[in-house]
């Protein structure tokens, strides 16, 4: 097999988990305000105390994985990005502190329940941001410190904000009972209409702007290939909102909602492949050379195997309902 085009999937399996597991505890954060009691509050923080930090970890491993094996992907998105980085990365650490301080704090918990907002909503934008200039386009290391910065990348930032929110409100009615349960449902389908709104907005901005995306789609028959994603993405839109109506389904509109960011995901590497910086380098200008590449498999055959292992572990051991906000399980 091409091992510059295994490694190009192996990142896509990162990024792929790390939005997903990661995006309900973010997505958590920014719910945060439609959640005002501090029993409500505890019960979502609960929720998730035995996996924030572990779904980090993808995270950490994509990072390696384009560090190692796409140098040079690397090196052009970091330096036209540094500034975007830097700030999420301030986000989490903010929102870290928060999650640890709260529950040991009294008189200050309102604060840290602010930091857990903030930190959880600015490391979001900025991950949508940093997607949304790698879409449209980035002139590696040829930008000033705000060029990131347009009106397309600014819409993916809340955008992905109002996904991870929709993620966050199926995983409570997962976890929950009552009226966190009733109220998450509530806010979900509200979130529901706004996602497939946005998806529509980004999708067709997307083919406005970049020509090579456009021809990938409606090149030949590619639209016809390419039509499922559209329509799945439309039918798991529609079942997730019925899913959440009334007495909501408890573990079905989990689901579906990751079923959303999978064809969504599928939909942007259909669009850019086999590009890792649009316009500029594909996946093979951007590899490693190969004996670094098959230096590197030893570790990810011993490494990503265990990572999987004890991640399924984990969701394993804590799954069902959060029944005490105290003791969590």
Same mark, same amino acid.
């Given at each position: 097999m091409d091992l510059a085009l295994f490694y190009y999937l192996l990142l896509g399996f990162?990024?792929?988990?790390?939005?997903?597991? %990661?995006?309900?505890?973010?997505?958590?954060?920014?719910?945060?305000?439609?959640?005002k009691s501090e029993g409500e509050r505890d019960h979502m923080m609960r929720s998730i105390s035995h996996v924030w930090d572990?779904?980090? $970890?993808?995270?950490?491993?994509?990072?390696?994985?384009?560090?190692?094996?796409?140098?040079?992907?690397?090196?052009?998105?970091?330096? $036209?990005?540094?500034t975007p980085i830097i700030i999420m990365l301030?986000?989490?650490? /903010?929102?870290?502190?928060?999650?640890?301080?709260?529950f040991k704090s009294h008189r200050s918990k309102s604060l840290w329940d602010w930091a857990f907002f903030l930190g959880s909503a600015v490391a979001t934008f900025c991950q949508g941001t940093i997607l949304g200039a790698v879409v449209q386009g980035v002139e590696a290391g040829e930008q000033g410190a705000l060029d990131w910065l347009t009106p397309f990348s600014a819409f $993916?930032?809340?955008?992905?904000?109002?996904?991870?929110?929709l993620l966050a409100c199926c995983y409570l009615v997962m976890k929950s009972r009552g009226d966190i349960?009733?109220?998450?449902?509530?806010?979900?389908?509200?979130?529901?209409? $706004?996602?497939?709104?946005i998806l529509v907005i980004v999708s067709l901005w997307t083919l406005y702007t970049n020509t090579e995306v456009r021809a990938r789609w409606f090149d030949g028959i590619n639209f016809i290939l390419l039509?499922?994603?559209?329509?799945?993405?439309?039918? /798991?839109?529609?079942?997730?909102?019925? %899913?959440?109506?009334?007495?909501?389904h408890e573990t079905r509109p989990f689901w579906l909602a990751v079923g959303l960011f999978v064809l969504g995901f599928g939909g942007l590497v259909v669009g850019l492949f086999p590009y890792l910086i649009p316009h500029q380098l594909t996946l093979w200008q951007a590899s490693a050379p190969e004996s670094s590449l098959k230096f590197l498999l030893p570790g990810i055959f011993i490494f990503l195997p265990l990572i999987c292992a004890y991640t399924l572990w984990g969701y394993r051991i804590f799954s069902g309902k959060v029944e005490d906000f105290e003791e969590g399980y």
């Open positions: 990162a990024v792929l988990m790390y939005v997903v597991l %990661d995006g309900f505890d973010l997505g958590l954060g920014i719910l945060y305000p439609w959640f572990g779904n980090e $970890t993808w995270l950490v491993f994509g990072g390696v994985v384009l560090f190692a094996a796409f140098p040079a992907a690397y090196a052009g998105i970091l330096s $036209t990005m540094y301030i986000g989490l650490i /903010f929102r870290g502190v928060a999650f640890e301080y709260r $993916t930032g809340f955008a992905l904000m109002a996904a991870y929110a349960m009733a109220r998450a449902a509530h806010l979900g389908r509200k979130l529901v209409v $706004t996602v497939m709104v039509l499922p994603l559209p329509l799945l993405s439309a039918l /798991f839109g529609w079942l997730l909102f019925r %899913d959440l109506d009334g007495e909501p």
